[in-house]
């Protein structure tokens, strides 16, 4: 679930362009990308979702478009962050490479504002979680600063 938020001029919101299926029953400042279910055997039933099944993991991605504007134009770029919502020990989930914690990380230093900026979201899920344990609960959080 992703809220998008005005502070001050800047806004962040899914683009378009995003391959996993938004729903758009969200709250007013929400939004979700499902990527619907999966599974070690039967992969992915939506087409927008790729899965690779290595000996120890199955690993999931799906590629994502963020829209950031500076509706003032008092800059063009910022810095784009990213954490998971809660501390997640189980799954290893990455936002263009680069691992999330529940403290933000930098996921990319100069985003160009008014454009839309293609994103690639990978969540890794050990062989040895049970179909208990399987589901993915957590929220990926974004933060962007100018720069």
């Known amino acids: 679930m992703m809220r998008k938020q005005t502070e001050g001029a800047i806004s ?3 683009a378009d362009i995003t391959k996993g ?5 969200e709250p007013v400042g929400y939004a979700t990308l499902d990527i619907g279910p999966v ?3 039967l992969g992915a039933k ?3 979702t790729q899965v690779r099944r290595l000996a120890d993991r199955l690993v999931v991605t799906t590629e994502f478009g963020l829209s950031i504007a500076d509706n003032s134009l008092h800059t063009a770029s910022a810095m784009l962050l990213a954490a998971t919502a809660y501390p997640e020990n189980v799954y290893t989930v990455s936002v263009d490479g680069v ?7 930098m ?7 008014g454009r839309t900026s293609l994103h690639r979201l990978q969540i890794e899920i050990p062989n040895t ?3 208990k344990d399987s589901q993915f ?9 100018p720069n």
Do not use: D, K, W
Not at 99 to 105: G, I, K, Y
Not at 107 to 113: E, R, S, T, W
């Open 129 to 131: 979680v049970t179909e």
């Open 12 to 14: 962040i919101g899914f």
């Open 99 to 105: 691992r999330l914690q529940a403290t933000p990380q």
């Open 107 to 113: 996921v990319q230093a100069n985003v160009p504002l």
């Open 21 to 25: 299926t938004q729903t758009g029953r």
């Open 39 to 41: 599974s070690y055997g």
């Open 137 to 145: 609960h957590n929220n990926i959080v974004f933060q962007v600063i």
């Open 46 to 48: 939506s087409p927008r």
